[in-house]
């Protein structure tokens, strides 16, 4: 149940367990330049984070470029896509079964063309081609300009696989086609790849080095979402605080706190967030540049992933909890009304029950708004995979990871409680889950918040919304003019 998918709602790191998979298009005409259509439909799925979403757009756009057009329909389609994780082992098992029905879709019409994209295509590579017989492409993360040569190619009959990674690519000249959209939050990818080599992730294997994006090819896509009236877009990176651009012109360098400041630049009703910082890299200056803009959100996702010191030693974070704990104290300081998230392994290699319960403290103490909670999952070809043995037992692991997920319950609920009279600027994302008669809209700290609909607003609107009720997930309110 926790494997995969996160427990609590929150921000679109991890999008959450209802969006898996399916597929949403901005019903906004694409940028100028529109190309001829070549008669042909593509669906695209995608699966895990939110990088893996923003992807799917960078492929949308080089397929439009061709003459694709995208489809809802999996009927209508001649090429199906799917964007795959290969985070933890569930992930990768749902993709699996997809890709079996599409498999079993293809027997019955020959023609539609299937190809795997991202993470699991990186990891398995032609292993899909060669054992499996699921699919006619596999294209890994840095490939995607290479697609279309790829399904000229499977048109012809030929399997294709590219799988390379690069140093450089960054898809930095490529606009995105909003897929996942409601027309107010986007995403927009700083930097690919990631440097860390966190013992228990699959990511540096399957996404390669880090690498970041031209400053200003980021801020341009911000002001053409605004343009377009987004009021809110979400830097993305495994770990956005080491940012690091240099301009070749001038040799000067950008650091993340520069950046953000560039896009809160663009203008004051556009709000910024960012995800995912790394407790080993966030400076003070990051801090300093979020406490000075109103627009920059007041919401840090920080993962901890355990909270004891030998324990983050195997898990090779490079950090221990003193530090982490220094880091947090630094933004409460800096930002006091700053809300603070997480992602948490419970039962890594050789993690012993006081070492679990440093875990369970850290959640209490830390005061997280909520948190993203899994249980470990080896992957082959990681630092741990190759070093410890993965020997807690999986009962234990279960166990162990119900105690951390009740405690953030507990945790987040008395988090949200406290807003209740509180009034917060909310910027309206759409109707509801439940109700066409409320909106709903996030709060700076990222919480999201229903209240009844009132006639002068509508999404992409800023509203000042009183809390009137919370759950450990939700908070409930109504609009009030103070
Ligand atoms: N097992 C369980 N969780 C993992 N994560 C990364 N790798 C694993 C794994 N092997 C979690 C981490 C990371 C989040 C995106 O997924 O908490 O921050
Ligand atoms: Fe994986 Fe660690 Fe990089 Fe995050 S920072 S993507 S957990 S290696």
Not at 185 to 206: E, K, L
Not at 271 to 289: C, M, Q
Request: proline share 4%; hydrophobic share 35%.
């Amino acid at each position: 149940m926790y494997d995969n998918n996160p427990t609590l709602t929150g921000i679109k790191k991890e999008i959450d367990e209802a969006k898996q998979g399916q597929v949403f298009y901005d019903e906004k005409p694409i940028a100028e330049g529109n190309q001829p259509s070549n008669g042909k439909h593509f669906y695209i799925e995608s699966y895990g984070c939110a990088m893996n979403f923003s992807d799917s757009e960078i492929v949308a756009s080089i397929l439009y470029e061709v003459g694709f057009r995208p489809t809802r329909q999996l009927e209508e389609a001649d090429l199906i896509l799917v964007n795959t994780c290969s985070i933890r082992e569930k992930a990768e098992e749902t993709v699996r079964q997809r890709l079996n029905v599409f498999a079993k879709m293809k027997r019955k019409r020959p023609g539609t063309l299937v190809g795997v994209l991202g993470c699991m295509a990186e990891r398995l590579k032609s292993k899909f081609l060669e054992e499996e017989k699921l699919v006619d492409m596999v294209i890994g993360p840095d490939a995607y300009r290479d697609l279309p040569n790829l399904v000229a190619g499977a048109e012809e009959g030929e399997r294709g696989v590219n799988v390379l990674l690069s140093r450089e690519e960054t898809y930095a000249d490529i606009s995105p086609m909003r897929l996942d959209s409601n027309g107010v939050a986007g995403f927009i990818s700083i930097m690919r790849g990631c440097d860390n080599m966190c013992s228990f992730c699959v990511v540096p294997f399957t996404r390669g080095r880090e690498r970041s994006r031209d400053c200003f090819s980021i801020v341009s896509e911000a002001k053409d979402l605004y343009d377009r009236g987004y009021r809110e877009v979400t830097l993305l990176g495994q770990n956005v605080d080491s940012y690091k651009w240099q301009n070749p012109e001038n040799e000067q360098v950008v650091n993340f706190a520069q950046l953000l400041e560039m896009v809160a630049q663009v203008h004051p009703n556009l709000r910024v967030r960012f995800s995912t910082s790394h407790p080993k890299d966030i400076t003070d200056e990051v801090l300093h540049t979020i406490a000075s803009y109103e627009n920059i959100c007041k919401y840090i996702h920080l993962p901890v992933q355990s909270g004891n010191s030998t324990v983050l030693e195997r898990m090779n974070r490079t950090y221990d909890r003193e530090w982490y704990m220094e880091r947090v104290q630094a933004i409460y300081r800096i930002i006091p009304e700053c809300a603070i998230s997480s992602d948490i392994i419970a039962g890594f290699c050789g993690e012993q029950e006081h070492e679990h319960q440093e875990t369970v403290s850290m959640v209490e103490w830390a005061n997280y708004s909520m948190s993203y909670m899994f249980f470990y999952s080896e992957r082959p070809g990681t630092l741990a995979a190759r070093k410890y043995p993965d020997d807690v037992p999986h009962e234990v692991k279960k166990r162990r990871l119900q105690e951390i997920v009740d405690k953030q319950s507990e945790v987040s609920l008395r988090h949200n409680k406290a807003d209740v009279g509180k009034t917060y600027k909310v910027l309206i994302e759409g109707d509801s889950k439940k109700s066409d008669q409320d909106f709903k809209g996030r709060n700076s700290q990222n919480k999201m918040i229903v209240f009844p609909k009132i006639d002068s607003l509508k999404p992409g609107d800023y509203a000042w919304v009183k809390v009137t009720e919370a759950t450990s997930a939700t908070l409930m309110g109504e609009v009030s003019f103070p």
